[in-house]
């Protein structure tokens, strides 16, 4: 459990400027899912999971994720950008219990 | 010493109801519901879902320009990994605002909304999410001048991987 928060952010190593070029990340998060009692009531509690995903390249945001319950364990996304100078990848990820996650990633070219 | 400890632990216990607290207040959202938006986490029916977010809007058919990328069958529920991509252009004057991922029988159903900037330079976004049972997935596309754009495609799922 002690991984939660952890990430890992993968960017193209042959990127040129001007490339779109494609990025994943990954999350390690539990990403609870809502549990129920055995009349199938919800359990009403806050249930930990991750709210929103920001990504931005160069400071400036290139996609924002607003999740649910119904994302996967452990979630991984892809989203695209547009290479014009070499600099970081950042995202961050914040769920329903404060918790906030940030990993970065240098995008360099080739 | 055990005084000691359990100062510590209650001083413990205080700290992390602080911390609780605080990420109640970061997300005011009414018991039972508690999203990201108000727009979102609910558990409602596809057409609620859909409704609710995007009113009364037409949703043109969008099957040519949407590229929605899901395996037919999904062994595993629990991860069903999804990429959209759209061929439109991504300029500042028009480009691909958001891209809903909803899945039709999931409890609950808008899945994921994607927030995309000029920037992105192509509107493509991939996530990995849950499927409850056999189901049809979407991608609602909006565009930057409001037009509304979906595509849909039926998903096998063996095992189901949605407890809610």
New interface residues.
């Given amino acids: 459990m002690s991984d939660i928060g952890k990430i890992r952010i993968r960017v193209p190593s042959n990127a040129k400027a001007g490339d779109?070029v494609?990025v994943?990340c990954l999350v390690i998060h539990p990403m609870e899912?809502?549990?129920?009692d055995a009349q199938g009531k919800?359990v009403?509690r806050?249930?930990n999971y991750i709210?929103?995903v920001t990504a931005t390249?160069l400071g400036?945001?290139?996609?924002?994720?607003?999740?649910?319950?119904?994302?996967?364990?452990n979630?991984?996304?892809?989203?695209?950008?547009?290479?014009t100078t070499p600099g970081p990848v950042k995202v961050t990820f914040?769920d329903?219990?404060?918790g906030k996650y940030e990993g970065t990633a240098e995008l360099a070219f080739a | 010493m055990a005084e000691a400890l359990t100062r510590r632990s209650a001083l413990g216990r205080l700290g992390a109801g602080v911390?609780?607290a605080?990420?109640?207040l970061?997300?005011p959202a009414p018991?039972?519901a508690?999203?990201?938006?108000p727009a979102?986490?609910l558990?409602e029916s596809v057409q609620d879902g859909l409704k609710r977010v995007f009113g009364g809007r037409p949703i043109k058919d969008g099957a040519a320009m949407i590229k929605l990328d899901i395996p037919p069958i999904a062994e595993n529920g629990?991860?069903?990994?999804v990429?959209v991509e759209v061929t439109a252009p991504?300029t500042p004057a028009s480009y691909v605002k958001s891209i809903w991922i909803v899945?039709d029988k999931?409890?609950?159903?808008?899945?994921?909304?994607?927030?995309?900037?000029p920037?992105?330079?192509?509107?493509?976004?991939?996530?990995?999410?849950?499927l409850g049972e056999t189901t049809d997935v979407r991608a609602v596309v909006e565009q930057s001048d409001g037009t509304l754009l979906m595509a849909k495609r039926e998903v096998k799922v063996t095992v189901g991987?949605?407890?809610?």
């Fill in positions: 779109v494609r994943r899912r809502v549990e129920r919800i009403d806050n249930y709210t929103r390249y400036k945001p290139v996609a924002v994720f607003d999740l649910t319950q119904s994302v996967s364990e979630p991984a996304f892809s989203f695209a950008l547009k290479a914040v329903t219990h404060g | 911390a609780v605080v990420g109640a970061r997300n018991a039972g508690q999203g990201s938006s979102f986490g558990q629990a991860v069903v990994p990429n991504m899945a999931n409890r609950i159903p808008m899945v994921v909304k994607a927030t995309l900037t920037e992105s330079g192509q509107a493509f976004v991939g996530v990995n999410i849950r991987g949605c407890g809610g």
